[in-house]
């Protein structure tokens, strides 16, 4: 099947590794210019969390609602890539006020568009806490994961200038988010083997 702009989500939600390079090709650049605008004190690991970013978009595209537009989910799920890796690396920045500033502005730049039962829901997902902890009183709100709440956050892909991305960069970038797919699959089967060899070895011994 030929990849394109009217298949490519679809595809991607199939997992198909074709999809991949083509929304790599769409949107690499506009994602490469969020990361260095919410991470320029960190600028090490631009390209860690570019990564990060289009793996977590892989791993999570079940939780896009066609409600929205799929590339204000990208964006929406860039921006909370970047506040993760603010939050993790606050240390390594050179000047830690201005990361504690970045974190502070964002969070409230993200929850803006929320309702305040989303707020709150935002925050908890933020810090960790359990979905099913939800206070008694709180409206039943649909939302399991973070990046199904995402698709509430109002952030356009489309209002950051392109980072310009060398094709051989893309190319590369494709490359080793397939070899870190085969690798991901590859400890798949064997768990899976050794769990039905020990599964087997069990049932030989009762």
Not at 44 to 70: R, S, Y
Not at 126 to 132: K, L, M, Q, T
Not at 151 to 175: G, S
Request: charged residues 30%; glycine residues 4%; proline residues 2%.
């Amino acid at each position: 099947m030929k990849i394109n702009r009217e298949n490519y989500v679809a595809q991607l939600r199939l997992h198909n590794e074709k999809a991949l390079e083509f929304f790599i090709m769409e949107h690499g650049e506009r994602l490469a210019s969020i990361i260095k605008k919410h991470l320029f004190t960190l600028p090490h690991l631009h390209q860690e969390c570019l990564v990060d970013t289009i793996t977590a978009i892989w791993n999570h595209i079940g939780d896009f609602q066609h409600t929205n537009e799929f590339a204000n989910w990208v964006g929406s799920v860039a921006r909370y890539r970047c506040l993760e890796f603010l939050r993790a690396h606050q240390k390594e920045a050179t000047i830690a006020w201005l990361i504690e500033k970045e974190i502070a502005e964002e969070k409230e730049v993200m929850v803006s568009c929320l309702n305040p039962q989303e707020q709150e829901l935002f925050y908890r997902f933020y810090v960790g806490e359990s979905f099913e902890g939800q206070p008694k009183g709180t409206p039943d709100v649909a939302y399991h994961t973070m990046y199904q709440l995402l698709n509430r956050i109002d952030t356009d892909i489309f209002e950051y200038e392109k980072e310009y991305l060398p094709q051989e960069e893309k190319e590369r970038l494709c490359q080793q988010l397939q070899a870190a797919l085969k690798e991901k699959k590859r400890r798949f089967f064997l768990r899976k083997y050794f769990g039905l060899s020990f599964h087997k070895a069990a049932f030989m011994n009762c």
